[in-house]
């Protein structure tokens, strides 16, 4: 039976893919040439500290107008 699942939470996103594939590589099941894990879910907190994700999304809101009522 394929394990289902998995929870990662880091605050860096280099150690979160670390883990990740150490979950995929010791509790992931054979798929022929690879191996597969079924709905790992991951949580990059940056509480603290800018983010580039977080710097992407304030340029793009910088020229949005929302549209006359």
Known sequence: MP?????????????????LVDLVLNYGFDKGDYRELLSPFVVIDSTGKPHP?????????????????
């Open 53 to 69: 994700f977080r710097r992407l999304s304030e340029a793009g809101l910088r020229g949005f107008e929302p549209p006359a009522s």
């Open 3 to 19: 394990l289902v699942g998995g929870f990662i939470y880091e605050r860096d996103t280099y150690r979160s893919w670390v883990k």
